[in-house]
T-cell receptor, first 113, second 114 residues
Framework: AQSVSQHNHHVILSEAASLELGCNYS??????LFWYVQYPGQHLQLLLK??????LVKGIKGFEAEFIKSKFSFNLRKPSVQWSDTVEYFC???????????FGKGTKLSVKP | EPEVTQTPSHQVTQMGQEVILRCVPI?????FYWYRQILGQKVEFLVS????????KSEIFDDQFSVERPDGSNFTLKIRSTKLEDSAMYFC????????????FGPGTRLTVL
């Protein structure tokens, strides 16, 4: 069965620290991978996506992610976090024949000023 | 920037009652989805809708659930007889013309079943 694992439930960092959030997926077909962010009371917002080509993808707000096929991973990174990055992050893989997304459980990031 | 909208933002209902959750997808999109997120759990796919019919559904989407696009703009999710375990945040999403497009999500409707 298709699945996405986010191993860290809650990550706490100080401002300017570097961030790496892990995401591993289990899917046998061609993968499309996504990172979404969810601000409280707001919709899921796309940070970045990978479909094909360069496995290092850059998204909004200084985030990037690297697709490593051999490790079934798509980790999210940011070199220097800010207090405003304190939100919940969801990794997802496009798994169904009709484009539906399969999400991980999410990782809450808390950045201390 | 176009947005997916959902109403109401919060719905409280009694167990056994019918509820209809409404969504207005982005106007030129062709693919529509419902997801739900039970408190503290992951976002789960419920159903996808394309060309005026259900294209895929999860095992969560049983006979108590139905979807409709009644007028070419709204996209609704109906739960016929709500159960306590239906309490969750329900997200609508829409996508443009192909699977390389991004899914845009609405802000969600929080459903509380008492």
């Amino acid at each position: 069965a298709q699945s996405v694992s986010q191993h860290n439930h809650h990550v706490i960092l100080s401002e300017a620290a570097s961030l790496e959030l892990g995401c591993n997926y289990s899917y046998g077909g061609t993968v499309n991978l996504f990172w979404y962010v969810q601000y409280p009371g707001q919709h899921l917002q796309l940070l970045l996506k990978y479909f094909s080509g360069d496995p290092l993808v850059k998204g909004i707000k200084g985030f990037e992610a690297e697709f490593i096929k051999s490790k079934f991973s798509f980790n999210l990174r940011k070199p220097s976090v800010q207090w405003s990055d304190t939100v919940e992050y969801f990794c997802a893989v496009r798994g169904g024949s009709q484009g539906n997304l399969i999400f991980g459980k999410g990782t809450k990031l808390s950045v201390k000023p | 920037e176009p947005e997916v909208t959902q109403t109401p933002s919060h719905q409280v209902t009694q167990m056994g009652q019918e509820v209809i959750l409404r969504c207005v997808p982005i106007s030129n999109h062709l693919y529509f989805y419902w997801y739900r997120q039970i408190l503290g759990q992951k976002v789960e796919f419920l159903v996808s809708f394309y060309n005026n019919e259900i294209s895929e559904k999860s095992e969560i989407f049983d006979d108590q659930f139905s979807v409709e696009r009644p007028d070419g703009s709204n996209f609704t999710l109906k739960i016929r007889s709500t159960k306590l375990e239906d309490s969750a945040m329900y997200f609508c999403a829409s996508m443009g013309r192909g699977f390389t497009d991004t899914q845009y999500f609405g802000p969600g409707t929080r459903l509380t079943v008492l």
